[in-house]
């Protein structure tokens, strides 16, 4: 008997690990892919890399427990398997070199800090010019927005297998065409913004009004675009456009917490409870609005 209730609740601990560990890759998965595409030059890879450091977190995190810092034991077991993959397809001295890279695995195991970087590099690679509009706007939301294939497909009214081939086909794209992983400068930034935005707008309207699954919203989805929103601006302060995408997530990102009720239904905007608006939002909003204007 004693041994029954310890191995239950063994299973019990496990469990909940494993749902854990779910929790954090989705949470963590887009800076990973993005650390790991910087890495790699590569989406496809940076993607199965991803894949298998998830696989490596399920089979050791429930005996060594989670670490303080998941997502960057994530990304430095990624970039191991990187190492592996690039030595038994016996690329190791030209790649790594290309990358620029020590060849020791522990010289180069703790990833770096530059998150948000990474971030808005695979936003611009998404969103260059030699995909096609519907392709940036389907890539952006799978890689940066962690949206899934059907998720994507149900948005754009085609079907699954439509849309899985548009991402892969967008993606081989990019490796064809050798598009570098960075955030472009000058006129080139400016020539690609506009996609960025249109693209950036998609992911917070998903987050704003979900288009699948029990939960009408998905705030984080509108966190993260307000985020990358906010990077932007600090790359082109003086773009209206910016600014003025900035203000309208800003402003409706406030009414969130008042949109539904108790059980999750809508409430109508002259029917919600304007005290549960986020006021520091709106603030934002509005000075976002004022620098639209002044620019």
Known sequence: MPTDFVSDDSVARSRATHRAIETVFRMERARIVAALTRFTRSVDLAEELAQ????????NWPVSGIPDKPGAWLITSARRRAIDHFRRAKMANGKLALLGIDADVEAMAEPEDGMGDD???????????VLSPDARAAL???LVGGLTTEEIARA??????????????????LSDACVPFEVPAGQD????LSSVLEVLYLVFNEGYSAT???DWMRPQLCQEAMRLGRMLA?????????????????????RLPARTDAEGKPILLLDQIRSRWDHLLIKRGLAALAKAEAT
Do not use: W
Not at 52 to 59: E, G, N, P
Not at 156 to 173: C, D, F, G, H, P
Not at 189 to 192: E, L
């Open 234 to 254: 600090l790359l082109a302060p003086n773009d209206a456009e910016v600014h003025g995408l900035i203000a309208l997530m800003e402003i409706q990102a406030s």
């Open 52 to 59: 298998d450091a998830l696989i490596a977190a399920l089979r």
């Open 119 to 129: 971030m808005l590099g695979l936003m611009f690679v998404s969103c260059h010019p």
């Open 212 to 214: 699948r699954g029990d």
């Open 140 to 142: 952006t939301l799978r």
């Open 189 to 192: 930034r400016a020539d690609r």
């Open 156 to 173: 754009y009214l085609v079907s699954e297998a439509a849309m899985a081939q548009r991402i892969i086909r967008a993606k081989r794209t």
